[in-house]
């Protein structure tokens, strides 16, 4: 079993829609959770990171977690097509390193 | 603010022979890590460092790697003798104390093909 799993995708929504990015992982003593973008080509940039179980929003993106069910979710609403790229979970279990998943590509169509 | 910068940006080589990677980290920045991310494989954690120290290189594959930040400023990976199976994206992040892994700024990796 993988540490932190995602589906690859691709997940396809059309414009203005909301996307939903979901991520589950195995180590339970995972402390805090990451959500990075990465355009093909380029450095993945962090979006944002939560701590607490419930909801984490951001402008048009909310980070979700529960522990309990070992899941964490990125939904980005009002999509739009430069949203478009590899979405990367990860997970960090207390000691300075992070674990990733094989990320998740989004298209948002026009 | 310059960003991280990596060196090269894809270095193409053979079998057996020696490839040195770098990475100029955000200035201030003392934590620097390098991850590596194999052809449809997730990134993976190389190791960490704080300033010129390795505070962890639990996910250094094997010896042909070696990694340095002498006087805690820019860092270099040598790969040495290279094998076909090190081809992927090496990819170098930094933070600013004491953010550690929290806060990660990526540079936009050294492409490694071993032929």
């Known amino acids: 079993q993988k540490e932190v799993e995602q589906n690859s995708g691709p997940l396809s929504v059309p414009e203005g829609a909301i996307a939903s990015l979901n991520c589950t992982y195995s180590d339970r003593g995972s402390q805090s959770f990451f959500w990075y973008r990465q355009y093909s080509g380029k450095s993945p940039e962090l979006i944002m990171f939560i701590y607490s179980n419930g909801d984490k929003e951001d402008g048009r993106f909310t980070a979700q977690l529960n522990k309990a069910s070992q899941y964490v979710s990125l939904l980005i609403r009002d999509s739009q097509p430069s949203d478009s790229a590899t979405y990367l979970c990860?997970?960090?279990?207390?000691?300075?390193?992070?674990?990733f998943g094989t990320g998740t590509r989004l298209l948002v169509s026009p | 603010e310059a960003g991280v910068t990596q060196f090269p940006s894809h270095s193409v080589i053979e079998k057996g022979q020696t490839v040195t990677l770098r990475c100029d980290p955000i200035?201030?920045?003392?934590?620097l890590y390098w991850y590596r991310r194999v052809m449809g494989k997730e990134i993976k954690f190389l190791l960490h460092?704080?300033?010129?120290?390795?505070?962890?290189e639990s996910g250094m594959p094997n010896n042909r790697f070696l990694a340095e930040r002498t006087g805690g400023t820019y860092s270099t990976l040598k790969v040495q003798p290279a094998e076909l199976e090190d081809s992927g994206v090496y990819f170098c992040?930094?933070?600013?104390?004491?953010?550690?892994?929290?806060?990660?700024?990526f540079g936009a990796g050294s492409r490694l093909t071993v032929l």
């Open positions: 460092f704080v300033k010129e120290s390795k505070q962890d």
């Open positions: 990860a997970v960090r279990t207390g000691f300075q390193k992070l674990v």
């Open positions: 992040a930094s933070s600013p104390p004491p953010a550690g892994a929290n806060v990660l700024t």
């Open positions: 200035s201030g920045h003392d934590n």
